[in-house]
């Protein structure tokens, strides 16, 4: 039969608990006195809720940004990785929405938005083998060379009337009024 020391009971510090505990059979004396929680249970609520809460204030010293859409100030949401908040430039889904339409080229431009680098333009070097000259013999199998000759000026007389349009050959107004009235005076005499 031993003698179980009688120590006052201590408040657990899990505080939605804060029951009395006292000592358990046969736990140490200074275990005891260095527990600070009824139960594990205590202990393990205690410990999330620390982590969460330092998690909160880490999520609170990020600054809030304004929205690129409604200007009003935002914060970095319960869970939300630091880079996602930076890459994040809208309050709400409403604003995204709107953000993505502006982006996407309908409605109105976003002056904060940011400039878009031209794409990089595909340019593909191809070497072609290098011509060789001609030959002496190659150039003399060449059919002869064309030679471009004027047309014909316009004369005064009849032979002068139109084969080819008017409009093929470069005749000033005149020219043309005065071919239209042979022609007419050559019909005439014809019949
Ligand atoms: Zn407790
Ligand atoms: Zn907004």
Not at 125 to 134: A, Q, Y
Request: hydrophobic share 25%; net charge positive.
């Amino acid at each position: 039969m031993s003698a179980k020391v009688e120590l006052p009971p201590k408040i657990c510090e899990w505080e939605p608990c804060s029951k009395e505990y006292t000592r358990r059979e046969n736990e140490p004396t200074n275990k005891f006195k260095k527990r600070r929680f009824c139960s594990v249970d205590c202990r393990q609520a205690s410990a999330i809720a620390k982590t969460r809460k330092a998690a909160e204030e880490k999520k609170n010293n990020t600054p809030p940004k304004p929205c690129a859409i409604c200007n009003e100030l935002f914060y970095r949401r319960e869970g939300e990785q630091l880079f996602r908040f930076k890459m994040r430039q809208t309050c709400k889904e409403g604003c995204a929405k709107v953000l993505r339409r502006v982006r996407s080229g309908v409605g109105v431009p976003n002056p904060n938005a940011q400039p878009k680098k031209p794409p990089r333009p595909n340019i593909r070097v191809v070497r072609h083998p290098r011509k060789e000259p001609p030959t002496p013999e190659e150039i003399s199998q060449l059919p002869p060379p064309v030679r471009w000759v004027p047309p014909p000026t316009p004369t005064s007389g009849r032979q002068s009337i139109a084969v080819t349009s008017p409009q093929a050959e470069n005749l000033t107004q005149a020219q043309r009024t005065e071919r239209r009235i042979r022609f007419r005076e050559s019909f005439q005499e014809a019949s």
